[in-house]
């Protein structure tokens, strides 16, 4: 008698161990009604649809003000206040696209340094042509690999 007495208290403390070890959390998408699990997917959906479309947007404004500043350089020869703000800003854009692509940090130094602020400008520019154009080849449900691999850093 004792044996089973101590044998249903075991159970009984087991089971109420196993009860307070579940996270609140944990079987909730599972009791979720199938309409909100639908919702909830739709919203996922849209999301990552204006995310990508927002990735497109700052590829186009990166390939903006690269040609900003080139022009702006090809002409005055030298950088003015804004220019430097357009740089700035640049730099600010490309970083938030290789966050969102997965990309590194991209600080390895370039194997060639150009030999002028106007032909770095031009790579520049032609960098920031091809990372654009594989952007738009991509899909939200894909990761290129030209893309993360891609030299354009500051």
């Known amino acids: 008698m004792m044996?089973?007495?101590?044998?249903?208290?075991?159970?009984?403390?087991?089971?109420?161990?196993?009860?307070?070890?579940?996270?609140?959390?944990?079987n909730q998408k599972e009791d979720l009604p199938k309409g909100i699990k639908e919702s909830?997917?739709?919203?996922?959906?849209?999301?990552?649809?204006?995310d990508f479309a927002d990735l497109l947007k700052r590829g186009e404004e990166a390939l903006k003000l690269t040609d900003e500043l080139k022009q702006s350089f090809a002409q005055n020869n030298t950088f003015s206040i804004e220019d430097q703000k357009k740089l700035d800003r640049l730099e600010k854009v490309v970083k938030k696209i290789r966050n969102e692509i997965g990309g590194d940090d991209g600080d390895e130094q370039a194997e060639d340094k150009p030999l002028s602020?106007?032909?770095?400008?031009?790579?520049?520019?032609?960098?920031?042509?091809k990372l654009v154009d594989e952007l738009k080849k991509t899909s939200r449900y894909s990761i290129s690999v030209v893309l993360l691999t891609s030299n354009l850093s500051f």
């Open 3 to 26: 044996v089973f007495f101590i044998s249903a208290t075991v159970l009984a403390v087991n089971a109420q161990t196993d009860a307070s070890n579940r996270s609140p959390g944990s």
């Open 40 to 50: 909830l997917a739709k919203q996922r959906i849209e999301r990552e649809k204006k």
């Open 117 to 129: 602020i106007l032909s770095a400008l031009k790579t520049l520019q032609s960098n920031t042509i």
